[in-house]
Nanobody, 117 residues
Framework: QVQLVESGGGLVQAGGSLRLSCAAS????????MDWYRRAPGKQRELVAR???????NYADSVKGRVTITRDNAKNTVYLQMNSLKPEDTAVYYC???????????WGQGTQVTVSS
């Protein structure tokens, strides 16, 4: 079965950095786009970054220039490097994949990122 396991969250001061990891299993990782979403308290879930199977990326405007999504197909892992963190980046971050064109969606358990001012 599909499994996504995030790690790397934590508490960091504004201006700091974190790297999130998502280890995936249960599907052909190299062929699928992988996403990082986040949900901040009282806000809707937001797509932060996406990386396709061939390595193309796109980012939310709110994180462009500060966040980089990468993947290691040999390790079935996707990463989210976050720099120059701001308090408004505080959220639970989720790894996501849609294995089949019309679903279902698979989510990891989430990892908390807290940025103090």
């Amino acid at each position: 079965q599909v499994q996504l396991v995030e790690s790397g969250g934590g508490l960091v001061q504004a201006g700091g950095s974190l790297r999130l990891s998502c280890a995936a299993s249960g599907f052909i990782f190299s062929m699928k786009s992988m996403d990082w979403y986040r949900r901040a308290p009282g806000k809707q879930r937001e797509l932060v970054a996406r990386i396709t199977g061939d390595g193309s990326t796109n980012y939310a405007d709110s994180v462009k220039g500060r966040v980089t999504i990468t993947r290691d197909n040999a390790k079935n892992t996707v990463y989210l490097q976050m720099n120059s963190l701001k308090p408004e980046d505080t959220a639970v971050y989720y790894c996501h994949v849609r294995v089949l064109t019309f679903g279902p969606d698979y989510w990891g358990q989430g990892t908390q990122v807290t940025v103090s001012s």
